[in-house]
């Protein structure tokens, strides 16, 4: 089944709103004649809808970095799935390492997150990975696996178009260490097999993303991997020169 690619920035904590709309501006003119793969961005809650409003009739998406997993109430600060689709979200990035070391987020929690996207009617980029302790401790797919049943719980069979798989080994996200495109495929294979035990046939279409230092001098090699599907990619998706490099470097599955 032809998947098309998606890779999408996580902007993170980074950019004002001047410099979040000078950024996608760049990418909208560099981008503009990209036709066989999905872009996204993800720049912070307050300047998503600014955002978005400049990326219409584009073919650059915008999405929310994290979510609370309610949809409205007494929880202070928090923003939820519907607001972000009513500010002009397309999907939600939920469970990225940051989150769940930083912020304690458990597998339940992102459970209850990836059902609050779906119900919203967005997209779920859920992101897996282990950290560096579990890789050496040949830990990977029980880590990998464990992360996965939870966000396969949470994913009726009908909503299975509406899921994205980040796969982003901890230890290679932001530290400039890059898993070699042979261990990303491996986990990603693993994945995709996970994928085909709940949603069988279905498991073919969904996206699975590498994640963790993509640049441009190494995301055609990543992204040539049979299951490998796109890239989440933060560093270099703040500037619009390596992040149209990147875009430019996925190639649709055939
Ligand atoms: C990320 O934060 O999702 C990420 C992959 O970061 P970086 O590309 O900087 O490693």
Known sequence: MARIPLVVGNWKLQKTLSESLA????????????RDVEIGV??????????????EDSNIAVYGQNCHHEER???????????FADAGATGV?????????LFGETDEGVARKVRA????????IACVGESEAERDG????????????AILGAVEPAQ??????????VWAIGTGRTATPAQAQEVHAFIRAMLRDRFAAAAEGVRI??????????????????????????????????????????????
């Open 23 to 34: 950024l996608v501006t760049d990418l909208k003119n560099q981008l503009a004649s990209v």
């Open 42 to 55: 993800a720049p912070v809650a307050t300047a998503l809808h600014p955002v978005a409003r400049r990326l």
């Open 73 to 83: 109430g007494a929880f202070t600060g928090e923003v939820s799935a519907s607001l």
């Open 93 to 101: 990035i939920v469970g990225h390492s940051e989150r769940r070391t």
């Open 117 to 124: 996207v779906m119900a919203a009617g967005l997209r779920v």
């Open 138 to 149: 040949g830990q990977t797919e029980a880590r990998v696996s464990a992360q996965m049943k």
């Open 160 to 169: 299975v178009v509406s899921l994205v798989i980040a796969y982003e080994p």
């Open 209 to 254: 993303q590498y994640g963790g230092s993509v640049k441009p001098d190494n995301a055609a090699d990543l992204m040539r991997q049979p299951d490998i599907d796109g890239a989440l990619v933060g560093g270099a998706s703040l500037k619009a020169d390596d992040f149209s490099a990147i875009v430019k470097a996925a190639r649709p599955r055939t």
